[in-house]
């Protein structure tokens, strides 16, 4: 059986070549293998009419959330059969869904082998109050509403924007000092369809409108699925996300940075969380193989479009990281990159040796980017209501923002 939502939709439409063409015109020849065809035209004919049959399909999963093949109404009785026989759309059962009051919605989903994964809903409205001088320019989130919504606290009314964090990997091999998914260690990477699962899902839920790979995971470790599933989500006739609107998130893998650049145009997210290597090295053990030297170098080369910029992410660690003199020195260290920083101030957990800064830090290191006139946003948790069992989910948030008007770094002045 494979998967739906592993598929592309070229590799669907090759799948349904043998298929969608009557058998009555398939070659005569007894020895004649299924798929083959009896002239060049006749197989040309089929690979037209499998795109067709790929699109339809597609269509119906992803933009009518129809799951069960029978109900393709369009589609032929055998070709419905043969779906059945070997193609499964995948549904991910939840777990748990819990609403926080702030509107964040949590979701733990239950895998095939027995664990369990989690995306989160973040209501961009949360967003705007954290930054109220931002501009309220982002697109409706009503074009988006193709998907039944069934929860009215999700609705598209109520919020300009919905992102979907969703996660790459079963726990994380990277061991970030302050990251709870980091000190669980990897358990396995996630499979195409296990991350296309989790936005199919979500899809189906709120009319979601952004994606970023923030939840558990290094998506970079994982660059093969993480990168085909973005190209699913990507496919007009199926998700139809925007680039601009699909963001991969990683402490900084530099040759996978270069090959996701190279395999999907997607935008890149940073985790930087520090201002000096030394002390990068001491929080994240990939600076010690990749330096913020090779990072940023990776960054500058990233093949970004026009008006886009690359998210730095920027957790506040108490006294670690959180001075005016470490502002400096990551406003001088992201110059000449387009760039807007998400300030994450550290959520607590047990055991975890770092602290969060009081508010008054937080804004006074924001302060220094706003001054500067570079977009700096800061997201304080008020999710923690229910999402204890997650070290960053509930407090990243502020990034993938589509069509921010804020200046562009490179176009600020130097550090004073
Ligand atoms: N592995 C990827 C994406 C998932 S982590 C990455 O590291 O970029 C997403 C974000 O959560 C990262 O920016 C990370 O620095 C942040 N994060 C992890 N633990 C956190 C915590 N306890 N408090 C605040 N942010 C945290
Ligand atoms: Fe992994 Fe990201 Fe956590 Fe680091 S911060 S351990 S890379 S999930």
Redesign the pocket.
């Known amino acids: 059986m494979i998967y739906f939502q592993s598929l592309t939709q070229t590799e669907l439409a090759e799948l349904l070549k043998p298929v969608s063409f009557p058998k009555a015109r398939r070659s005569a020849a007894p020895e004649a293998a299924a798929g083959e065809f009896s002239s060049a035209e006749n197989q040309l004919k089929a690979e037209k009419k499998a795109r067709y049959r790929a699109k339809q399909i597609f269509h119906w999963v992803y933009q009518r959330t129809v799951t069960d093949w029978d109900q393709m109404s369009d589609l032929s009785k055998d070709l419905r059969a043969w779906l059945r026989e070997n193609v499964e759309i995948y549904r991910l059962p939840q777990r748990v869904n819990q609403q926080a009051l702030d509107g964040t919605h949590k979701f733990l989903w239950n895998l095939a082998d027995g664990k369990t994964v989690e995306s989160v809903i973040i209501p961009a409205a949360l967003q705007e109050k954290e930054n109220p001088d931002r501009d309220f320019d982002e697109q409706p989130a009503e074009k988006f509403a193709g998907a039944p919504v069934d929860n009215k606290s999700l609705s598209s009314e109520r919020w300009s924007r919905l992102t979907a964090c969703i996660s790459s990997q079963v726990g ?1 091999a ?1 061991s ?1 000092k ?4 980091g000190i669980q260690g990897l358990d396995r990477h996630l499979q195409v369809h296990e991350i296309v699962g989790q936005v199919h899902e979500l899809r189906r839920i709120a009319p979601i409108t952004n994606i970023v ?3 558990m ?3 970079l470790h994982n660059l093969e699925n993480v990168a085909k599933a973005c190209k699913i989500l990507l496919d007009e006739d199926g998700l139809n996300f925007s680039k601009r609107k699909v963001t991969v ?3 900084g893998l530099v040759p996978a940075i270069e090959a996701l650049g190279r395999e999907v145009d997607v935008s890149l ?1 940073i ?1 930087l ?1 520090a201002s000096t290597d030394e002390q990068r090295s001491r929080i994240m053990p990939v600076n010690r193989k990749w330096n913020l030297e090779a990072l940023l170098g990776a960054c500058r080369d990233y093949p970004l479009g026009k008006h886009r910029r690359i998210t730095f ?1 920027y ?1 506040l660690l108490k006294d670690f990281n959180d001075s005016l003199e470490d502002a400096a020195r990551v406003f001088a260290l992201l110059r000449g990159i387009p760039s807007k920083l998400n300030l ?1 101030p ?2 607590e ?1 047990p055991g ?1 040796e770092f602290k969060r800064p009081s508010d008054e830090t937080v804004r006074k290191f924001q302060k220094y980017f706003i001054d500067r006139n570079v977009t700096a946003t800061v997201r304080i948790s008020r999710g923690r209501d229910i999402l204890a069992a997650c ?2 989910l509930r ?2 948030f502020g990034t993938a923002r589509g069509t921010d008007r804020h200046r562009d770094w490179a176009g600020s002045p130097g550090p004073s």
Request: net charge negative; with cysteine.
């Open positions: 994380c990277m970030c302050f990251c709870l998914t790979f923030m939840g995971g290094e998506p998130s990683t402490s997210a985790s969380n992410e957790v994450i550290f959520n957990h975890s070290g960053q407090s990243v």
